[in-house]
């Protein structure tokens, strides 16, 4: 069974930083991409960025690009998140999500619990 | 960046009764689209990818259809464990995915 276990969640003061984790298990991490979506308070879902299997390629949505840093370490089946220059807008749970399809055409099968990310002074 | 409109924004249904709930891309998305629902509290929940295969373990009343800019999504017999907000997502422009705004199925 596929299990994602998302930590690292809490309030934060604006400009501060926060490094988000997601355990995973069922499957071989290394071989798939994963992906990080969030949802503001009562608002729809937002995909935000994308890491291939082998953690080479990187990819984020305009409205975090340059702030927030995706990785992951395949010995420890562990997909991170490090967010810097955080805003309000920011604040929302934050769920890692593994992608299925091929040839970048991802849907997203498994999904955390999620973890919420909150921005306020 | 490819914008997905789903209709209506809420939506009032008998248990038992049929929903059917919509979704628009702003460009061609082919078949590329996937639906999930989400509960109060509840990470989503994959229920159709490419318009119209159902995910493991997704029940029959469920199932959608279209292709390229208009997709729908029908529950054929509500039952209570379907009430819960709805959200396509296209997945034709990598790696810009992007979700609908959702539709919340809500009892009569």
């Known amino acids: 069974e596929v299990q994602l276990l998302e930590s690292g969640g809490g309030l934060v003061q604006p400009g501060g930083s926060l490094r988000l984790s997601c355990a995973a298990s069922g499957f071989t991490f290394s071989s798939n991409s994963m992906t990080w979506v969030r949802q503001a308070p009562g608002k729809g879902l937002e995909w935000f960025s994308t890491i291939t299997g082998s953690g080479v390629a990187t990819y984020y949505a305009d409205s975090v690009k340059g702030r927030f840093t995706i990785s992951r370490d395949n010995s420890k089946n562990t997909l991170y998140l490090q967010m810097n220059s955080l805003r309000a807008e920011d604040t929302a749970v934050y769920y890692c999500?593994?992608?299925?399809?091929?040839?970048?055409?991802?849907?997203?099968?498994?999904w955390g619990q999620g973890t919420l990310v909150t921005v306020s002074s | 960046e490819i914008v997905m409109t789903q209709s209506p924004a809420t939506l009032s249904v008998s248990p038992g009764e049929r929903a059917t709930l919509s979704c628009r891309a702003s460009q061609s998305v082919s078949s590329n689209l996937a639906w999930y629902q989400q509960k109060l509290g509840q990470a989503p929940r994959l229920l159709l990818y490419g318009a119209s295969t159902r995910a493991t373990g997704i029940p029959a009343r469920f199932s959608g259809s279209g292709s390229g800019t208009e997709f729908t999504l029908t529950i054929s017999s509500l039952q209570s464990d379907d009430f819960a907000v709805y959200y396509c997502q296209q997945y034709n422009n990598w790696p810009l995915y992007t979700f609908g705004q959702g539709t919340k199925v809500e009892i009569k």
């Open positions: 999500a593994r992608p299925r399809g091929s040839g970048g055409l991802y849907y997203f099968d498994s």
